[in-house]
């Protein structure tokens, strides 16, 4: 993997102008040009659900923090939207039997992947550089006095692109979302309860596009037989026959279109309705005073 990566090849005007307006600089209340995610998962009491804590089994941790820079590349004739930074950190602490199988498994991979191995810990693979650090005691657990469970230990794997500088305040950032603990849940708030979904219709924005005018049917010629193709006044049969073309749809006659939205919109409510209709449903929530 090579950077700067693209990702769309060629912009035109209107995309760089919009990238220009909406990402590029700093006057927006973030760098939007920076994609930015950490997710962390504690093996505690209070998550025993989700982490599957158990008075045997507790003190795991694994930690995840990325951080993608976009940019646009002028280095050929039409621009192109790039990933010009990438940074990528994995930290894991575990029992010290889970650890050296985990250490083993990311050297196997790294061999199927051919990645270049540059020093006891270094990788490299094109502008991709990995680290590798084992700890018996985290520095971020000792910096926080975080005790280590008895025999555990932790390693951090770190992915980034050639020549990127990650700044102290990038690398707190993860153990600094850790130090505030356990995401507390939202209430539920006092939502209005509906009896059908119909009072969702207030909420929706349903345009309707007018009505086209109505071209004029075309006249229908019909051939007679041979022998009235002399005759200048109709005969029965063909009166009726002309009697009953003139209450049939003409071709050319258009039906009044709705727009995409309307129809989409108009289906959605149809459906949801057709299916509270089929199980029996009630009551459903409509609005959340706390969303």
Known sequence: MFFPHPVIEQLD????????????????????AIEEGIWRRTQEQTNADQSGWSED??????????RYRYDIDYTFPVPRLVLADLYLYHSVLAPAAEIEAYLKRIAAWLGQGRWRQKGDTTWSKGDLRLTITEHDEHPQDERADRDTPPGFRSVDVVILSDEFEVSRTVR????????????????????????D??????????????????????????RSHPARARSQRPGPRRVRAVASDLHRPQPNRRRPRTSTASRLMTGLA???????SANGAKTCPVTDGQG
Do not use: C
């Open 197 to 222: 979904l119909s009072e969702l219709l207030q909420h929706m924005r349903v345009h309707r596009s007018p009505p086209p005018a109505l071209d004029r049917p075309q006249s229908r010629t019909l």
């Open 13 to 32: 005007d209107t995309q760089v102008a919009t990238w220009d307006t909406h990402f590029a600089g700093a006057a927006h209340e973030r760098p939007r």
């Open 57 to 66: 089994e507790h003190g795991r941790r694994r930690v995840v923090h990325y």
């Open 172 to 195: 707190q950032l993860p153990w600094n979302v850790l130090a505030g603990g356990m995401r507390i849940k939202e209430t539920r708030g006092e939502p209005t309860i509906a009896k």
């Open 270 to 276: 149809r459906d949801l309705l057709s299916r509270l």
